[in-house]
């Protein structure tokens, strides 16, 4: 599963095209608009894997643009839910500190964590259909993470693929040379990413 993760952005005879647009984009990204279609892309790249299709190539910007804008749409939804337990810490803390202290024990760090470990299966519903219901279908997103080929796959989407591009990225940048590659590393890194999510 890593191996051919790691191996899976090579089999499009049009990788570098590929690496070089989406490098292109993301150094555009200080634009903001880029930034959407690098997330559609990446949505675009799940869809892909699951459905058993070829390599994700940078066309249709349109589609990856609206996949984009509603995926992150999808990640401010969550993202408030979280600010608006960490509202009700504050608030308690202010009437009492212990009830702050156990809201943030009981239900922020739970909650963080949790809302980690789901990130993979919520993208993974999202991109299948593109619809944004079916990122909030609580019962179907923990019925995928609750398997041990989930568990696989989120270490490595979490830890194992950050640890290792981060490294890699990093030891890049010491060159100028390297500092070129950096951004299409990033965009083989989100096309792995892809990859392991859509295998789920």
């Known amino acids: 599963m890593f191996i051919d993760a790691l191996k899976y952005p090579l089999r499009s005879e049009n990788t570098l095209i590929t690496l070089t647009i989406g490098s292109l984009l993301l150094l555009a990204s200080i634009f903001i608009l880029p930034v959407f279609i690098l997330v559609g892309f990446l ?59 156990m809201i943030f024990w009981i239900l922020i760090v739970p909650a963080y964590f949790g809302l980690m470990y789901l990130s993979p299966s919520i993208l ?49 940048a010491v060159t100028i040379i390297g500092w070129i590659l950096v951004p299409a590393i990033i965009i083989y890194e989100l096309i792995v990413y892809g990859r392991l999510v859509g295998q789920m």
């Open 43 to 101: 949505t675009r790249t799940v869809k892909n894997t699951s459905c058993g299709n070829k390599v994700t190539r940078f066309r249709d910007y349109k589609s990856l643009f609206v996949r984009g804008l509603k995926f992150s749409g999808v990640i401010i939804t969550y993202l408030l839910f979280f600010v608006f337990l960490m509202f009700l810490m504050a608030l308690s803390a202010e009437v009492h500190r212990i009830a702050g202290l």
């Open 124 to 172: 993974y519903h999202f991109s299948k259909k593109g619809m944004i219901k079916d990122a909030f279908q609580i019962k179907k997103i923990l019925r995928t993470a609750y398997s041990l080929k989930y568990l696989k796959i989120a270490v490595l989407v979490l830890i194992v693929i950050p640890l290792l591009f981060g490294v890699l990225q990093a030891s890049l």
